[in-house]
């Protein structure tokens, strides 16, 4: 903004909580959300830090010296917007959906908005062109209104360590080369063995459960997942900062499998699946995180959405709601939506 200009610690300020973000659309489809976050996000870098030199300051503290040039000749072979939107997408997006098909186009759009950042170079190898990422810890293909039993899945997660070294191989595995996929994916797949192991000789066979839902799991295969863990598929230990999307309507009397969903406290025998996907998001976000939804209105006046009305409004605080009555928002969907959105309270778990 010309009139209120930035000094360059509030610019560094802006960066550093940038690269902590975390965003997660738990219905990604097609990817629109994910990739318009991504958009804004390289907007306000562009904005604040057109030559990425504070971007790279921020890259460059604590880095030994024998990695900095490397570093500094990575930026600089590569237009500014091509290596924004990598580090964005590595640090900051996250889509899980259960239709490997929208998981595969959610990892297209995101291939697309780098290749067209790239610089065409006939004088150097493979065109001037980088390899693109490897976005299976990206966007994985699962049923995010399951999760792992809870009782268990702190047990496993009682010793991080395996979890941070899990979140060490992905993150080399996001940008390895085709030639090291597999041994990386190897490395993987050992890793979790290895917590398993760990998790069964503690805790024994009360843990059965846990370790065959999470033998089953195959990151590499793209297959829906009936369940979804974000510290078991994304290495995460932090919950996100920020949920955005679009989840699916799906009328009551469609739901398949309602009894995984009746331990969910916004359940009632009427509620649309879009209800349940608000409560799962805020045990995903952390405390003061945001979720900004688009969703039929029907909640806010029908019975089956007083529970809803309830978690929104009283028990977290409910920013805004944009009720866009009788208006086609989207082409393939004859509802009248809303945009919601709500801060997570730290009390949110409480029952009543």
Known sequence: DAEYLLKDS???????????LRILDPACGSGAYPIGALQKIVYVLQQIDPNCKLWLDQKLRGVPELYKQKIINEVKSNPFDYTRKLDVIKNSIFGVDIQPIAVDVSRLRCFLTLVVESEIDDTKPNRGMEPLPNLDFKFVCANTLIGLPTSQANNLFEDHSGIEELAGIMSEYFSCSSQRKNEIRLRFTNAQKEILNKTLSRFGKSTGELTLKLTLWDPFSNKSNPWFDLEWMFGAEKKFDIVIGNPPYVSHDKIIERENLEKYRVYNSFADLYCYFF????????ENGIITFVVSNSFIKADYGLNLRK??????????????????VFESAIVNTAIIQTLKNSDHTKKT
């Open 10 to 20: 509030e610019k560094q300020e802006i960066i550093n909580a940038i690269e902590s």
């Open 311 to 328: 978690l929104l409004g009283k028990d977290n605080t409910l920013i805004k709601i944009l009720n866009v009555e009788d208006s086609q």
């Open 279 to 286: 409560e799962r998001s805020l045990e995903l976000i952390q």
